[in-house]
Each structure stands twice: as structure tokens, then as C-alpha cells.
């Protein structure tokens, strides 16, 4: 399967600032998928991303927050703009095996609190 | 859309007893189905895995899952829990006829094993 390298692991960041998140998966993938974890919840997906097109956001997730990066099929970015303290979340990248048949990856998080 | 939902939020149970947690989803053509752990403070770790043939799946750490298409269930059992299978546990399904389709998670229960 996969491996999949993100970063930041973590940060703290003032209210109205932005962060980007970097996604680096060591094979070609189609699809990225970008999740959120709020504290005590589950998983919400954010958003696809699909290389050389523009991203597919869920319901309640809109581009201008959380603008997302494919420039090829390996890396992927989301940023977090305008940041305040609801944004405080653990965010996930991950991808699919070849059509889901060697399950998801999932990338080791970013744990991300504004303050 | 598919969705996921997990009957329990919270499942307390004594060391050495089963547990049964429950998953349901909605109806669809046909799905690829998954439990995920999450312990404390980590991420996540595939348990098992649904995608086709025998509908009863067996994954890691004892745990087993049954595919039950008429009720759209899938059931993770485990027939004696230790301390250290307390964690979070998440059912997921994606769509099986979108090659790398998005992954969506129910609410997540809660397994706590208590002494």
C-alpha cells in the first residue's frame, strides 16, 4: 500500500492567519481525499482532489477556506484560511489503493490548534 | 449519497466478555466496507476490510466483521475484548463502482473495556 508523508504533524496559529498542509505519497494516485477530525468526532471528508482539475468539496466546505493543490499525482495541499479557533482540528490526506482494493491510506495527521 | 451509521456511541464492556459493534449503511449497488481503529492520541489503523466473496471477514487483533446485504449491515464482533482494545471505532464504506471513490465514515463508538 501507499505511503503517504505529511507535515506539519502539528501547529498552533493565530486567528486570521492561513496554513497549508502538505500531502507527499510515494506512487502516482488519481484521487486524494482531504478529511477533518474536530475534537471527539469522526471524519468528515472535505474535499477530492483529482489532479490537472479543480477540487470536489462537500457539502459545508467551500474552496475559499479551504483551497486545494494537485499540481501532479503524487502531492497534494490544503490550506486553511482565515483561521479561527473552530478550524482547531486534526486534518487527514489519504488515498485509495487501485479501486479502493487495497483499502485507504491515510496520512499521520495534522493536529491544528488557533488560538 | 452513501452514509454510515454507528447505533453506538459508547460500548462498555468488561474484559474477557464479547462485544458486537454495530454499523449500518445505506443501500447502494454495492460497497466496499471497512473498520478503522483509532487509540488514543493515534491514528488510524485498518481492522478489516469488505470488498467481496465471503461475508464473514476477519481482520487483525481477533477482531471479525459479517457482511450482511439485505439488512445493509456489517457487524465487527469480537468474542473476548482485552484492556487494550479500548479505542474508537470507525465503519466506513465507499462506493464500489467508482474505482478510488470517496471514503465516508460513520459517527464512531466509543469501546471502552473496563477491569
Known amino acids: 500500500s501507499a505511503v503517504i508523508s505529511q507535515k506539519p504533524s502539528r501547529d498552533i496559529c493565530q486567528r486570521g492567519t492561513s496554513l497549508t498542509i502538505q500531502c507527499q505519497v510515494d506512487s502516482q494516485v488519481t484521487m486524494m481525499f482531504w478529511y477533518r477530525q474536530q475534537p471527539g468526532q469522526s471524519l468528515t471528508l472535505i474535499a477530492t482532489?483529482?489532479?490537472?482539475?479543480?477540487?470536489?468539496?462537500e457539502s459545508g466546505f467551500v474552496i475559499d477556506k479551504f483551497p486545494i493543490s494537485r499540481p501532479n499525482l503524487t502531492f497534494s495541499t490544503l490550506t486553511v484560511s482565515n483561521m479561527s479557533p473552530e478550524d482547531s482540528s486534526i486534518y487527514l490526506c489519504?488515498?485509495?489503493?487501485?479501486?479502493?482494493?487495497?483499502?485507504?491510506?491515510f496520512g499521520s495527521g495534522t493536529r491544528l490548534t488557533v488560538v | 449519497a452513501q452514509s454510515v451509521t454507528q447505533l453506538d456511541s459508547q460500548v462498555p464492556v468488561f474484559e474477557e466478555a464479547p462485544v458486537e459493534l454495530r454499523c449500518n449503511y445505506s443501500s447502494s449497488v454495492s460497497v466496499y466496507l471497512f473498520w478503522y481503529v483509532q487509540y488514543p492520541n493515534q491514528g488510524l489503523q485498518l481492522l478489516l476490510k469488505?470488498?467481496?466473496?465471503?461475508?464473514l471477514v476477519k481482520g487483525i487483533n481477533g477482531f471479525e466483521a459479517e457482511f450482511n446485504k439485505s439488512q445493509t449491515s456489517f457487524h465487527l464482533r469480537k468474542p473476548s475484548v482485552h484492556i487494550s482494545d479500548t479505542a474508537e471505532y470507525f465503519c466506513a464504506v465507499s462506493d464500489r463502482y467508482i474505482s478510488g471513490g470517496k471514503l465516508i465514515f460513520g459517527q464512531g463508538t466509543e469501546l471502552s473495556v473496563k477491569p
Open positions: 469488505y470488498l467481496s466473496g465471503s461475508t
Open positions: 482532489a483529482n489532479q490537472g482539475s479543480e477540487a470536489t468539496y
Open positions: 489519504s488515498v485509495a489503493g487501485r479501486g479502493a482494493l487495497g483499502g485507504y491510506t
